[in-house]
């Protein structure tokens, strides 16, 4: 069997790749730079909009859709008519919205799906890089508490998922714990051994900026799920441990990782 893996240049599917070379299972890409694809793997030059020529002759595909709207997603999903799809696809999925769009769409091209629906990937904090330089992460709803998930974890779900029989599951993929962002920012100055402090941010201001890269729309939402977090934070799934066999990662470990 061939896996086709999309995104493989980023955060999760650099992992799945890796998951997969290690389980011995031949693997291609879709990347739209050769240049950055991973070694070792079957390279395909290509967009995600049109799949097709790297959709020839594979049995599965581990699908990421980065876009903030599902227009295109037919024509993405239809070479992988009848074959296994494994999205990397989110929690407000159950409420529709773009996720919600996608799923829909994969559901009608094949049965051999498997949603990976994640609150939030832990590497949204990288955002907060440059503010972590100066010591202060100026941004909206500190008190917000985030099941935010490991990388590796979402990749680790996925291989099971491409290697064996996880049809029709809908998983909820989460860290081990909801942590406020305040904290996360708290952890990351552990993590570099220098203090780094949270700042709130008027909501308003954080629309405008965050509407830039993801549209007005996209961006109230966001602002407007974490202050709703405040109160009720993000649920905490065992679907990680069940199907992979190890507890998910802390975001204490993910700092240390990524900030040290
Ligand atoms: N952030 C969250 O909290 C969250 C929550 C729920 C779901 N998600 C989903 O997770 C996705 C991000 O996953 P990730 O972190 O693993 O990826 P990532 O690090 O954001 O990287 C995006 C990947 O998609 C590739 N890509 C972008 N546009 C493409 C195109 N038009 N054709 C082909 N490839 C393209 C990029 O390739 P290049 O190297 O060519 O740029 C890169 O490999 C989001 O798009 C979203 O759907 C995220």
């Given at each position: 069997m061939t896996v086709l893996v999309t995104g493989a240049t980023g955060h999760t599917g650099q992992h799945v790749v890796a998951g997969l070379k290690a389980a011995g299972v031949p693997t291609r890409v879709l990347v739209r730079d050769p240049a950055k694809a991973p070694d070792g793997v079957d390279v395909v030059q290509g967009d995600i909009t049109?799949?097709?020529?790297?959709?020839?002759?594979?049995?599965?595909?581990?699908?990421?859709?980065?876009?903030?709207?599902?227009?295109?997603?037919?024509?993405?999903?239809?070479?992988?008519?009848?074959?296994?799809?494994?999205?990397?696809?989110?929690?407000?999925a159950e409420d529709g919205g773009v996720w919600g769009d996608v799923e829909a769409a994969i559901t009608k091209v094949t049965d051999h799906w498997t949603f990976l629906r994640v609150t939030g990937l832990a590497t949204n904090a990288l955002a907060w890089a440059p503010q972590v330089e100066t010591g202060v992460v100026r941004a909206p709803h500190g008190q917000a508490k985030r099941s935010v998930v490991?990388?590796?974890?979402?990749?680790?779900?996925?291989?099971?998922?491409?290697?064996?029989?996880?049809?029709?599951?809908?998983?909820?993929?989460?860290?081990?714990?909801?942590v406020a962002q305040a904290e996360q920012v708290r952890?990351?100055?552990?993590?570099?051994?220098?203090?780094?402090?949270?700042?709130?941010?008027?909501?308003?201001?954080?629309?405008?900026?965050?509407?830039?890269?993801?549209?007005?729309?996209?961006?109230?939402?966001?602002?407007?799920?974490?202050?709703?977090?405040?109160?009720?934070?993000?649920?905490?799934?065992?679907?990680?441990?069940?199907?992979?066999?190890?507890p998910a990662r802390p975001f204490a470990e993910w700092a240390r990782e990524h900030f040290s």
């Open positions: 049109d799949p097709a020529a790297a959709a020839e002759g594979v049995d599965a595909v581990y699908l990421l859709w980065p876009f903030f709207t599902a227009d295109g997603i037919k024509k993405a999903v239809e070479p992988f008519r009848g074959r296994k799809i494994v999205y990397l696809s989110a929690m407000s490991h990388e590796r974890d979402v990749a680790d779900m996925a291989v099971k998922a491409l290697t064996e029989d996880h049809a029709k599951q809908l998983y909820l993929v989460t860290g081990p714990e909801s952890l990351i100055g552990e993590a570099l051994g220098k203090p780094v402090v949270w700042e709130e941010q008027p909501p308003d201001e954080a629309k405008a900026q965050l509407s830039v890269y993801m549209g007005a729309e996209f961006a109230a939402s966001a602002v407007d799920h974490w202050a709703s977090l405040v109160d009720d934070p993000e649920p905490v799934s065992l679907d990680v441990a069940q199907v992979t066999g190890h």
